[in-house]
T-cell receptor, first 110, second 113 residues
Framework: GIQVEQSPPDLILQEGANSTLRCNFSDSVNNLQWFHQNPWGQLINLFYIPSGTKQNGRLSATTVATERYSLLYISSSQTTDSGVYFCAVAYNTNAGKSTFGDGTTLTVKP | NAGVTQTPKFRVLKTGQSMTLLCAQDMNHEYMYWYRQDPGMGLRLIHYSVGEGTTAKGEVPDGYNVSRLKKQNFLLGLESAAPSQTSVYFC????????????FGSGTQLSVL
């Protein structure tokens, strides 16, 4: 099956800093999603982005499908951005059979 | 519109006990899923359903059973709980096609002693 690697595994930032999280995957995909798991455990869908670039406020994501990676950018980080960020990918199957990476744990300090 | 609702939120079981987790969604989604999340890891798919009356095995199905008697509900059962099933369980749903977002419930923390 598809392998998903996320980096870095842990990231500590000062409030206001910018960051880039990376997701590498081992095969072609037609579904790629980024999720944020907040400190209370809730999983929020940030982006559905199998290719191209999307932006939502301070967050943006870019997927280069031909090179098998996706990047999540967080600008002007806030303490509420803390949590774990997961990348999930799927190919030719339903969205729920996505393979999840192990996540990047982000801590934003005030 | 509540989205995906899971009950209960917390549960403690003794080894060998049984229990059922309930997932309900009000978005008219065809597909529903049960995942488990262990510390420091991503989510792993236990079972899923592509419509009312259907179920299928995911990546880690052993020790679990599921049922989808109504489109809006997906039940996860543990017949004889084991300490290895201590985990956080998440339910999710999506529309029919592969090119759709996943929507998650808030999770159930299960401890098996």
């Amino acid at each position: 099956g598809i392998q998903v690697e996320q980096s870095p595994p842990d990231l500590i930032l000062q409030e206001g800093a910018n960051s880039t999280l990376r997701c590498n995957f081992s095969d072609s995909v037609n579904n790629l999603q980024w999720f944020h798991q907040n400190p209370w455990g809730q999983l929020i869908n940030l982006f559905y982005i199998p290719s191209g670039t999307k932006q939502n406020g301070r967050l943006s994501a870019t997927t280069v499908a031909t090179e098998r990676y996706s990047l999540l950018y967080i600008s002007s980080s806030q303490t509420t951005d803390s949590g774990v960020y997961f990348c999930a990918v799927a190919y030719n199957t339903n969205a729920g059979k996505s393979t999840f990476g192990d996540g990047t744990t982000l801590t934003v300090k005030p | 519109n509540a989205g995906v609702t899971q009950t209960p939120k917390f549960r403690v079981l003794k080894t060998g006990q049984s229990m059922t987790l309930l997932c309900a969604q009000d978005m008219n989604h065809e597909y529903m899923y049960w995942y488990r999340q262990d510390p420091g890891m991503g989510l792993r798919l236990i079972h899923y359903s592509v419509g009312e009356g259907t179920t299928a095995k995911g990546e880690v199905p052993d020790g679990y059973n599921v049922s989808r008697l109504k489109k809006q509900n997906f039940l996860l059962g543990l017949e004889s709980a084991a300490p290895s099933q201590t985990s956080v369980y998440f339910c999710a749903s999506s529309y029919k096609t592969v090119n759709e977002k996943l929507f998650f419930g808030s999770g159930t923390q299960l401890s098996v002693l």
